[in-house]
């Protein structure tokens, strides 16, 4: 994988300003595979991106309902996969469904699927530096 940007963020308002800046270079069918530990800012970015795509919710992270989905100039289908343990236990989701879809696809905790993600993922990779600041790096293959 080749890293195509890196960033250390100061804020969570920082954290949204980038995935903002992001988002204006998304394409429909665009996916997004965000790694890091539960509190690195996963959700505070799909925010900034859902904001910046005309989202006028609130955007929360479905870990309990699995998928999200919210309207803007795209569609975003914010998925979270931490409940899901085994390939078996995410049958039937619908996350084929969305991957092939024409929506913006963000997905928390993507290890379990990571078969199934296109080649042309972005993986947005989230590391704690300190109690504010984190690193953001996004990678391609």
């Not at 988002?23 to 595979?33: I, M, T």
């Not at 959700?43 to 904001?51: D, S």
């Not at 989701?93 to 997905?107: K, R």
Request: a negative charge; aromatic letters at 8%.
């Amino acid at each position: 994988m080749k890293t195509i940007q890196e960033i250390i963020t100061q804020s969570p308002d920082e954290t949204k300003a980038f995935a903002a800046d992001l988002a204006k270079k998304l394409e429909p069918g665009s996916v997004l595979a965000l790694h890091g530990e539960l509190g690195s800012g996963k959700t505070c970015f799909v925010q900034g991106l859902a904001e910046a795509l005309g989202v006028k919710d609130i955007v929360n992270s479905p870990t309990f309902t699995i998928i999200n989905e919210y309207h803007g100039r795209l569609r975003i289908n914010h998925v979270d996969l931490y409940r899901i343990k085994s390939e078996a236990d995410g049958s039937g989701i619908g996350l084929e469904e969305l991957l092939e879809g024409d929506g913006i696809t963000a997905i928390e905790w993507p290890e379990i699927f990571s078969a199934l993600l296109p080649k042309n993922t972005m993986h947005v990779y989230f590391e704690f530096i300190d109690a504010s600041r984190r690193r953001i790096k996004i990678n391609v293959e």
